[in-house]
């Protein structure tokens, strides 16, 4: 048995999911099992790669004693409520704890029609499994809250999307598959006691240690604010775009979920967006923060009814707290800003240093991940990696002396803040252009670009000599990149 699930979810009230039979697929073949992963979950990667591991990966086989779930929520996507949205193509094999005694979510994705599914076939194709196993998996290794990928393997069958493409399915490891639209779901149908018994479990589950002087309702309020205000801050750092932030795709626990429509910055500009749906830019680069805010007035909303039977006074304590969260996401997002610049005192003035350069990097469209690497080399007196990414070098060159006398400041060796910067800035991030160049050649049957990219994304921080090519931003063929959500 490679996994000994304990399934609390499962102990839930019958309503917050559905229990699913599996349907089995025709030829199920093994693509990637995640090995240091399945270690730090106890699991035996030899057991999952096995004939028996990949029938279960697959969804052919369901262990005994076992009964998998998909679980209810809703959510307002691109603004819109929708009250029931749920698992229409994922189901919640089990709960495992892993060797640091965190419980994790066992899902699969792609594996199926549920209740959920509305017109939906429940299945997966096999370019956004490989990429949510790519990105989530060079999402962690950048050092971002993320879910996980376990494994991934093909179906032998085809899903019909604009084409005809190959089926797969992606084992996703969460800390949880809570989100706002769990709690929206059920104050859709004015059920608090269902609220009521949700916020025990999620704060029970991911935040124990949170004080609750006004209650466990505010008390997970509270801690989801922090979660996403940090959570978010760190996409910002890293220039990672979300793409579809709705409610059903923001997690209690404050990982990133959902790589459908994602994609990392090339050019900077705070309006940028790749995702094909996202016609009005509102889940555009620089909109994030604030739509992290928005998403988290939707569960104070949901969380409303339980907080207070005044509800004078239950609006009043929630809208305090959602208050808190600019300050918090804007303390965050400085400290990652004077990270990537080197920077180990707090002064006044350093968020709009950072500013500095991010303006004429907009203005001119300078490739994000390339600029703060290349700063590093300034400091080590080379500047003509950085001033070549930008066509006009004027404000650049006079922004350059401004951080040199802010770093005087802080007056610490050089080699100090060149391995601060290249501990946060990273050499290597998933390219737009190589993602999808990869899923290209993964579709036609070469997997190689799929296995070479997990490789050098696994070390994200470090040079690497013989993977040079992709760090390089991509060619002037190679913008306009467009995400489609991976439906
Ligand atoms: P997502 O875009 O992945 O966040 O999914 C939004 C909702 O659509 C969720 O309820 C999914 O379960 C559902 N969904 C997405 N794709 C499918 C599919 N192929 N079959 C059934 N349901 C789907
Ligand atoms: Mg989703």
Not at 200 to 218: C, I, M, N
Not at 348 to 361: F, N, R
Not at 382 to 398: G, H, I, M, N, Q
Not at 437 to 444: N, R
Request: proline residues 6%; hydrophobic residues 40%; negative net charge.
């Amino acid at each position: 048995m490679p996994f000994h699930f304990d399934t609390s979810y499962a102990r839930l009230p019958e309503h917050f999911y559905q229990r699913v039979a599996l349907t089995p697929v025709s030829h199920p073949g093994l693509i990637v099992v995640n090995q240091a992963l399945a270690e730090q979950l106890g699991v035996s990667p030899e057991g999952l790669a096995s004939p028996e591991g990949v029938a279960l990966l697959a969804g052919n086989r369901v262990l005994e004693g076992t009964s998998p779930l998909a679980l209810a929520y809703a959510g307002h996507q691109f603004g819109h409520f929708v009250p029931q949205l749920g698992d229409g193509r994922a189901i919640l094999l089990g709960e495992v704890v892993d060797r640091d005694g965190r419980r994790r979510d066992i899902q699969l994705k792609g594996s199926g029609r549920t209740r959920f599914s509305r017109g939906g076939d429940g299945r997966a194709a096999l370019g956004p499994v490989l990429r949510e196993y790519l990105v989530s998996e060079a999402m962690a290794a950048l050092g971002v809250p993320t879910t996980r990928s376990l494994a991934a393997v093909t179906t032998g069958e085809v899903v019909r999307r604009e084409t005809p493409l190959p089926g797969a399915i992606l084992t996703r490891v969460a800390s949880s598959h809570l989100r706002i639209g769990t709690f929206e779901y059920f104050a859709a149908r004015r059920d608090s006691q269902a609220i009521v018994e949700l916020t025990r479990y999620a704060l029970a589950r991911h935040y124990p240690e949170a004080p609750t002087p006004a209650g466990p309702a505010v008390a997970l309020l509270d801690q989801v604010i922090g979660a996403q205000a940090k959570l978010v801050a760190r996409w910002m750092a890293l220039g990672f775009v979300h793409g579809v932030m709705n409610t059903d795709n923001c997690s209690i626990a404050g990982e990133t979920i959902d790589y459908g429509p994602c994609a990392f910055l090339d050019a900077y500009h705070p309006s940028r967006t790749f995702s094909s749906i996202d016609e009005q830019g509102r889940y555009a680069f620089g909109n994030q923060p604030r739509i992290a805010l928005w998403n988290l007035t939707r569960l104070a909303e949901a969380l409303l009814p339980t907080v207070d039977p005044d509800e004078d006074r239950a609006e009043a304590v929630l809208t305090e707290h959602l208050e808190s969260y600019s300050g918090r996401f804007n303390a965050h997002y400085a400290a990652e800003l004077r990270k990537k610049l080197g920077l180990m005192t707090e002064r006044d003035g350093d968020l709009e240093l950072a500013l500095g350069l991010l303006a004429p990097m907009a203005e001119q469209r300078v490739d994000y991940t390339l600029c703060f690497r290349g700063l590093a080399n300034v400091l080590l007196g080379d500047d003509t990696k950085v001033v070549r990414l930008f066509s006009e070098p004027a404000p650049l060159r006079e922004w350059l002396e401004r951080w040199r006398r802010r770093l005087a400041l802080d007056e610490r060796p050089v080699e100090e803040q060149v391995a601060l910067m290249g501990s946060v800035n990273p050499a290597f991030i998933p390219r737009n252009h190589q993602v999808e160049a990869m899923i290209t050649a993964a579709t036609e049957g070469d997997r190689a670009p799929f296995f070479r990219l997990l490789s050098v994304l696994a070390d994200p921080y470090r040079e690497q000599a013989e993977a040079a090519d992709l760090a390089e931003a991509p060619g002037q063929d190679q913008f306009g990149y467009r995400t489609f959500c991976g439906t």
